[in-house]
């Protein structure tokens, strides 16, 4: 396993593993003893970093979420895990009720937000479940509009400086408010996102269909603005989720999503083909070999509900992509 570091400021700032562990279904769609062999693989092969949210995963019997930081709470306290493993979790889309589905929280009033309460509140809250003295890294899980931005960054910098969270990021926001939040934060001398969590894969996602959020576009994808503004701005880290596309590369039974229905998906999947022939790994260790060892600095974050799944993944922390196979990747259109 390879690592870097996320964070700048050295009071807050952690080494990850290069291959970050999504818990999102850990309690529900994955049980507790499916869930505690594939952390303890992940671990064990030298994984240090675990996402979770406190809305995890709500739309599974009728919850407000939690059951993935409860399972990891657990899991921690029985394998007496400490501050070597990193976890991550993320507030602010927490249903306001139990029963919502899932297109319910499209709408601002059936979440929690971003207000310095509830801020308060569920960092507290998730601290608890997850069993941990400090989380390691808070995000805010979605854009709050009805929510004053000063509020939401001093909300942050109050947990931070209460000792409840280290390191900030920030999920699922357009990248102008990503960028209006941390220079409210460098000129009030707080603490500010540091780790920015969106959809990213080696697939290009069309940015003209409208999101579950927004007629403009959808604000968790990670494209070309977002992706500029990373690589302009050191220090700042891209953690990927569904960069596997939830099985789209390589299972019939999973198609793509509309999103990807545009020329150049063929192109792109037949250099993936290429590059995943040349080196004799699979198609999904060729797509996070990319995203690991990119100009970036990314970390993708995969599932697995298994932990033959798991090691699939895991093998492509050490998969080496030559100059050329990288160039050839980058190159398809």
């Known amino acids: 396993m390879r690592y870097r570091t996320i964070g700048q400021d050295p009071a807050t700032r952690r080494q990850v593993s290069v291959l970050g562990l999504g818990a999102m279904l850990f309690g529900t769609a994955t049980d507790e003893e499916r869930a505690f062999r594939i952390l303890d693989r992940f671990v064990e092969a030298g994984g240090t970093f675990v996402d979770t949210s406190n809305n995890y995963a709500f739309w599974?019997?009728?919850?407000?979420?939690?059951?993935?930081?409860?399972?990891?709470?657990?899991?921690?306290?029985s394998r007496g895990v400490g501050d070597e493993v990193v976890i991550a979790t993320k507030l602010g889309g927490r249903p306001t009720k139990a029963g919502l589905a899932f297109a319910d929280t499209a709408k601002a009033e059936n979440v929690e937000g971003l207000s310095a309460k509830a801020i308060r509140e569920s960092a507290e809250r998730s601290r608890d479940a997850l069993g941990v003295e400090k989380i390691d890294l808070l995000y805010?899980?979605?854009?709050?509009?009805?929510?004053p931005l000063e509020e939401t960054v001093e909300g942050f910098a109050e947990v931070v400086r209460d000792g409840v969270a280290g390191l900030l990021g920030v999920s699922n926001h357009w990248s102008w408010r990503v960028e209006?939040?941390?220079?409210?934060?460098?000129?009030?001398?707080?603490?500010?996102?540091?780790?920015?969590?969106?959809?990213?894969?080696?697939?290009?996602?069309?940015?003209?269909?409208?999101?579950?959020?927004?007629?403009?576009?959808?604000?968790?994808?990670?494209?070309?603005?977002?992706?500029?503004?990373?690589?302009?701005?050191?220090?700042?880290t891209l953690a990927a989720y569904s960069p596997l596309l939830s099985g789209g590369y390589v299972r019939e039974d999973k198609p793509l999503s509309p999103d990807f229905d545009h020329a150049g998906t063929a192109v792109r999947r037949q250099a993936l083909a290429e590059v995943a022939a040349e080196t004799g790994a699979t198609v999904n260790q060729v797509v996070l070999a990319w995203l690991i060892g990119g100009d970036l600095p990314i970390v993708p974050l995969v599932g697995a509900s298994s932990v033959e799944q798991l090691d699939e993944s895991l093998a492509a922390a050490d998969l080496e992509l030559t100059p050329e196979q990288r160039a050839k990747l980058d190159a398809a259109y």
């Open 180 to 236: 209006r939040a941390r220079a409210l934060a460098a000129a009030r001398g707080l603490p500010g996102y540091e780790v920015l969590q969106y959809h990213y894969s080696y697939l290009r996602a069309r940015t003209d269909r409208p999101g579950r959020r927004s007629q403009d576009g959808n604000q968790g994808i990670a494209t070309g603005d977002l992706l500029a503004y990373l690589r302009e701005t050191p220090g700042l």
């Open 140 to 147: 805010a899980h979605v854009e709050d509009p009805g929510t």
């Open 60 to 77: 599974y019997g009728s919850t407000q979420g939690g059951e993935s930081e409860a399972v990891l709470g657990r899991w921690r306290a």
